[in-house]
């Protein structure tokens, strides 16, 4: 997988959490933040074409993972989501979906399109250092795997074709003590909205 260190080609833009921006543009993702199993606070409605993600105020504008509030944290959450920082850029392309990791810590990703056999059971994780990028999501592949369908389903649960998944600081996955992402103190789901067909 090709990655791109662009510490400085990227805009941070301030994104709605509205129903509708004010010029009626539609979204192109919701965005949940989970702590294990628990999905922690409303989903975050993306209407431009970028958003930052990331831990407090000072480091820009978009979704602050710290006004999510929640009534008992466990330690390693707590450790992880102070080593967030400034997060990340995730940018809708027109060739797909980019992630920057603008953090001081590995991010770990994956996605149906991010597969190196579409087919396979597990998805793919893939490790994206600071200060790095990758194409998280690729709209023609996508298309290309419409079809497909996965049998049997992965062994965290089913999958939607159109999802990215993010975790923050942990990795999971064969190569981790982490089996499965639901097993990581601190991680995004990123549900695309499904192009329309013409």
């Known amino acids: ?28 993702c ?10 922690v606070g409303r989903m975050y409605t993306v209407f431009l074409d970028s958003v930052n993600i990331f831990y407090e105020l000072p480091h820009g504008d978009g979704f602050c993972l710290r006004s999510l509030t929640r009534d008992e944290r466990s330690e390693s959450v707590v450790r992880t989501r102070k080593k967030v920082g400034c997060g990340l850029t995730m940018s809708r392309e027109s060739d797909g979906v980019w992630l920057y990791n603008r953090s001081n810590f590995a991010l770990f990703v994956n ?4 597969d190196a056999l579409p087919p396979s059971r597990t998805l793919t994780v893939h490790k994206l250092m600071p200060g790095y990028s990758i194409k998280v ?21 089913p999958t939607d074709p159109h999802s990215i998944r993010i975790s923050f600081i942990k990795g999971w996955g064969p190569r981790y003590s982490r089996q499965f992402i639901t097993s ?15």
Not at 184 to 198: A, G, K, Q
């Open 184 to 198: 990581c103190p601190c991680w995004l789901e990123v549900i695309l909205t499904r192009p329309r067909l013409h």
């Open 1 to 28: 997988m090709t990655m791109y260190n662009i510490y400085s080609s990227f805009l941070f833009i301030f994104v709605s959490t509205d129903a509708q921006d004010s010029r009626g543009q539609p979204h192109w």
């Open 111 to 114: 996605s149906p399109t991010l």
């Open 137 to 157: 999501f690729d709209y023609a592949k996508s298309q290309m795997l419409e079809h497909a369908r996965r049998d049997p389903e992965p062994p965290d649960g």
């Open 30 to 39: 919701h965005i949940a933040y989970w702590e294990h199993r628990t999905r």
